[in-house]
């Protein structure tokens, strides 16, 4: 892989990891699944946010 295409997928990583984490601080959820949440999204970014976006109520969105 070239280093643009490297650099491209890490710029877009961090961009949704920021609009996880801001969509997890504003949600409704209590103080403790918000930290296990964002925890898991900081430690597992890609697969951090399958799982928060999949766990969450679709009637929320």
């Given at each position: 892989?070239?280093?643009?295409?490297?650099?491209?997928?890490?710029?877009?990583?961090?961009?949704?990891?920021?609009?996880?984490?801001?969509?997890?601080?504003?949600?409704?959820?209590?103080?403790?699944?918000?930290?296990v949440?964002?925890?898991?999204?900081?430690?597992?970014?890609?697969?951090?946010?399958?799982i928060?976006?999949?766990?969450?109520?679709?009637?929320?969105?």
């Open positions: 892989m070239s280093d643009y295409v490297v650099v491209v997928l890490v710029v877009l990583i961090v961009c949704t990891d920021i609009l996880a984490l801001r969509h997890i601080m504003r949600s409704d959820a209590d103080s403790g699944m918000k930290v949440y964002a925890l898991i999204v900081l430690l597992l970014p890609v697969i951090g946010l399958s928060y976006y999949g766990t969450q109520n679709r009637g929320n969105r």
